[in-house]
Every structure is written in structure tokens, then in C-alpha cells.
């Protein structure tokens, strides 16, 4: 009627069914391509999760001070709970986090700074070791005391060199090497 053609029922139906196989095709490959990225995702997320975990074990285990070089302190001190250790230890994570710091590479003026900082670290470190093996307990808490302190400034730091001008760096790496130098 009015010029168009009707098709039959026959006709409509055959359209139907290649349509739904049709979509039908389309939705079972959005289905793989879905499970196939979710594996691929997940699969990333454990090696990263793996691979990370290996690498805080192996820094945690190591006896370094400054990533990259061994400390003079007992090796014991990587697990042992006395003072000096856990001092000990909360230098390590703090210089490794600022060694963490990318842009610090990029300007000769902050490696330098970074590096006097470096020798800081290993004087307070050796401080340390000094003050494990002070008999006077008076002294041996005065000069833990003044070791944390310093420690607590070198914690502060990294956090201060993120995103900070180059200027910024310098003097706030220099203020702390100075701190640690004092203590």
C-alpha cells in the first residue's frame, strides 16, 4: 500500500535472526576484550605489587645508608629494636626518599648539595654508632636525643623538595646538612 513493499513474515524474521547473531557476535567480543583487559590490568597490578615489595625487602635487608653505599653501622641493626638501631634506620628512609626526588639529577648545584648532605648523613650515622657504645647513660641519652632531633629535621625534607624551585632545594638541603652537622 502507498508504494511500499511489505515483506513477509518468512522475510522479516530471517532480517531478525542475522540482526541478533549480529549483535550477538559484537557483544561476546566486547565480553573478551573486556575479561582479556581486566587480566591484562590485573596482571600489571600484582607485578607491581610483587616487584615493589622485592625491592623494599632487598633495601630493608641491605646495610646501605645512602642507596648505593654501605653504612658503618652492625649489620644487626636492619632488624634489632634498640634505639640507636631504629634511629638508624629512620636515616636510611629518609635519605633514600630523598634520593627519590627525579629532579634532583638534572642540576649540578643539588647534586652537589645532595652529596654534602650524603656526608651528613654518614657523620650523624657514625655519631650513632658512637653513642651505642657510650657507658655513661646520661651522655648516651643526650647525645640520642640531639640524633633525633636532626633526624626528625632530615625527615621533614623530602616532602619540602618536591615540587620546590631549584633555589628553594638548595638552601633547604643545605639548612639540613647543617642541622645534621650539629648534632
Avoid at 12 to 34: D, H, K, Q
Wanted: net charge negative; charged share 30%.
Amino acid at each position: 500500500m502507498f508504494g511500499t513493499t511489505t515483506k513477509t513474515k518468512v522475510e522479516r524474521g530471517n532480517t531478525g535472526a542475522r540482526g541478533r547473531e549480529e549483535f550477538g557476535m559484537i557483544a561476546v567480543l566486547v565480553i573478551v576484550i573486556t575479561i582479556v583487559v581486566a587480566l591484562f590490568v590485573l596482571g600489571g597490578a600484582a607485578w607491581f605489587a610483587w616487584d615493589s615489595d622485592k625491592r623494599v625487602k632487598k633495601f630493608a635487608r641491605s646495610t646501605d645508608l645512602v642507596p648505593g653505599k654501605p653504612g658503618r653501622a652492625p649489620a644487626e641493626w636492619t632488624t634489632a629494636t634498640s634505639r640507636e638501631a631504629l634511629l638508624h634506620r629512620r636515616i636510611r628512609y629518609a635519605i633514600a626518599d630523598v634520593h627519590a626526588n627525579p629532579a634532583i639529577g638534572h642540576y649540578p648545584d643539588l647534586v652537589a648539595a645532595r652529596d654534602r648532605l650524603d656526608d651528613a648523613v654518614f657523620d650523624l650515622d657514625d655519631k650513632l654508632i658512637g653513642a651505642a657504645h657510650e657507658a655513661d647513660d646520661e651522655e648516651k641519652t643526650a647525645r640520642l636525643d640531639a640524633a633525633e632531633s636532626a633526624i626528625s629535621v632530615l625527615e621533614e625534607l623530602p616532602k619540602k623538595l618536591w615540587e620546590a624551585p631549584e633555589d628553594t632545594q638548595l638552601a633547604d638541603m643545605d639548612q639540613v646538612t647543617s642541622a645534621l652537622q650539629r648534632a
